[in-house]
């Protein structure tokens, strides 16, 4: 089943984003290379693709478990949880429908 991991980050974040990424991405990437990363991405805080100083407001990120229970564990040792990026996240199942 795949699941939605929203996050959300505290203010003035993106210092810490850019120390913890390394991390972040590698364990998306192995997510990916094992075929269970649907889509993943940041929210930028500005209405453009490169928000700069500004920074993010959290993430998103889809991909597939095999219990709602493997989905919050993978998202609790997020690099970004342990760096202080991250206020809250939230855990749903997902129900991929288009396209």
Same mark, same amino acid.
């Given at each position: 089943?795949? %699941? #939605?991991?929203?996050?959300? *980050?505290? $203010?003035?974040? !993106?210092?810490?984003?850019?120390?913890?990424?390394?991390?972040?991405? $590698?364990?998306?990437?192995?997510?990916?290379?094992?075929?269970? !990363?649907?889509?993943? +991405?940041?929210?930028?805080?500005? *209405?453009?693709?490169?928000?700069?100083?500004? +920074?993010?407001? +959290?993430?998103?990120?889809?991909?597939?478990? =095999?219990? !709602?229970?493997?989905?919050?564990?993978? #998202? =609790?040792? =997020?690099? %970004?949880?342990?760096?202080?990026? %991250?206020?809250?996240?939230?855990?749903?199942?997902?129900?991929?429908?288009?396209?």
């Amino acid at each position: 089943m795949h %699941y #939605a991991i929203i996050s959300e *980050d505290v $203010e003035n974040s !993106l210092s810490m984003r850019q120390s913890a990424r390394p991390a972040h991405i $590698e364990r998306l990437q192995a997510l990916k290379a094992e075929g269970r !990363l649907l889509v993943a +991405g940041p929210h930028p805080a500005l *209405d453009t693709p490169e928000p700069g100083d500004a +920074g993010f407001t +959290g993430s998103l990120v889809i991909a597939e478990f =095999d219990s !709602l229970e493997e989905a919050r564990a993978w #998202a =609790d040792a =997020d690099p %970004y949880i342990e760096a202080g990026v %991250y206020q809250k996240v939230t855990v749903k199942p997902f129900k991929p429908v288009l396209p």
